[in-house]
């Protein structure tokens, strides 16, 4: 289980996040929801070990790792898909995919079947370049890419975003897919209201750095989740 304890950010003299708490558990989704600006991406890279935090502590599966840099973070099972995919547009979509190997030892290190399962698209454009997939195909390249990690945490930022509505259901199935294998925990930064509340099983509403609301799906009250994101 990961779990955020009251923990600050700052970029320099700017505070970014304020005392925020979250837990995300293996076969349940965590929804990260908020307006533009309210700390969401921050969040996701504090747990990603990107950025430093200046206060709290954050632990996986019960070990403090609130110091340990990324590739540690990342030899532990924690894949990030950062807002914007950050694919490299030159390579192919096979070498871009082998990226995410890098954490594994040396016999693990193939790229999973189920990625292309889940994604068939990927594997009929293995020798594009991967700046010359559309936005959608770019997207599923980036969550590709952490799954060939074999993740037991993944951080998920805005996959929607951008994305033509039949690839928006494509990833929605696909992350479905991943919670329910059980195998690990997702936390999911999301906007859309009607993705993040069909998939998570816990909701989180930021603003200004902070948490205002959080529920889960059995004591949910839509109109009050509702009136916290309109804050």
């Given at each position: 289980?990961?779990?955020?304890?009251?923990?600050?950010?700052?970029?320099?003299?700017?505070?970014?996040?304020?005392?925020?708490?979250?837990?995300?558990?293996?076969?349940?989704?965590?929804?990260?929801?908020?307006?533009?600006?309210?700390?969401?991406?921050?969040?996701?890279?504090?747990?990603?070990?990107?950025?430093?935090?200046?206060?709290?502590?954050?632990?996986?599966?019960?070990?403090?790792?609130?110091?340990?840099?990324?590739?540690?973070?990342?030899?532990?099972?924690?894949?990030?898909?950062?807002?914007?995919?950050?694919?490299?547009?030159?390579?192919?979509?096979?070498?871009?995919?082998?990226?995410?190997?890098?954490?594994?030892?040396?016999?693990?290190r193939s790229i999973p079947r189920e990625v292309f399962?889940?994604?068939?698209?990927?594997?009929?454009?293995?020798?594009?370049?991967?700046?010359d997939l559309s936005g959608g195909q770019q997207q599923?390249?980036?969550?590709?890419?952490?799954?060939?990690?074999?993740?037991?945490?993944?951080?998920?930022?805005?996959?929607?975003?951008?994305?033509?509505?039949?690839?928006?259901?494509?990833?929605?199935?696909?992350?479905?897919?991943?919670?329910?294998?059980?195998?690990?925990?997702?936390?999911?930064?999301?906007?859309?209201?009607?993705?993040?509340?069909?998939?998570?099983?816990?909701?989180?509403?930021?603003?200004?750095?902070?948490?205002?609301?959080?529920?889960?799906?059995?004591?949910?009250?839509?109109?009050?989740?509702?009136?916290?994101?309109?804050?």
């Amino acid at each position: 289980m990961l779990e955020a304890s009251a923990i600050d950010l700052h970029y320099g003299a700017a505070q970014a996040l304020r005392a925020v708490s979250l837990t995300a558990e293996e076969g349940k989704i965590t929804c990260v929801m908020g307006r533009n600006g309210v700390g969401k991406t921050s969040l996701l890279r504090a747990l990603a070990g990107h950025q430093p935090v200046s206060r709290g502590r954050v632990t996986w599966n019960g070990a403090d790792i609130t110091r340990l840099p990324p590739h540690e973070r990342a030899r532990r099972g924690i894949a990030y898909v950062p807002q914007g995919r950050d694919i490299f547009p030159l390579l192919t979509v096979e070498e871009n995919l082998a990226t995410g190997l890098a954490p594994l030892r040396r016999a693990e290190r193939s790229i999973p079947r189920e990625v292309f399962d889940l994604f068939p698209v990927l594997k009929d454009m293995l020798r594009r370049r991967g700046g010359d997939l559309s936005g959608g195909q770019q997207q599923q390249l980036a969550i590709g890419r952490a799954l060939v990690m074999r993740p037991r945490l993944l951080l998920l930022d805005e996959p929607t975003e951008g994305i033509q509505p039949s690839i928006i259901k494509d990833i929605g199935r696909a992350i479905a897919y991943l919670r329910d294998s059980a195998r690990m925990a997702i936390v999911l930064v999301e906007q859309y209201f009607d993705f993040a509340r069909a998939l998570g099983d816990r909701f989180v509403v930021m603003d200004r750095g902070a948490v205002v609301y959080a529920c889960g799906t059995d004591d949910m009250d839509e109109g009050a989740l509702r009136r916290a994101l309109a804050l």
